[in-house]
């Protein structure tokens, strides 16, 4: 499957939305944890980019 070219092209192209998502995600859990700011917010936005990240994986299936 790597080596088919439309499949890595697609690849890159959810790599582009997923990795911002999960940075995303890693920095409101990182201010969760230390309790920093509105922790209501930061869930919001865990949430957010988790669906975000699912839908990316399920197009990929």
Known sequence: MQEEPLSRKSVKIREKIVLPLL???QYALMKIQ???GDRETY???VMRSLFGN???SRNSA
Do not use: Y
């Open 54 to 56: 699912i839908n990316a």
């Open 34 to 36: 230390k309790k920093e």
């Open 23 to 25: 940075s995303i995600q």
């Open 43 to 45: 869930e919001k936005l």
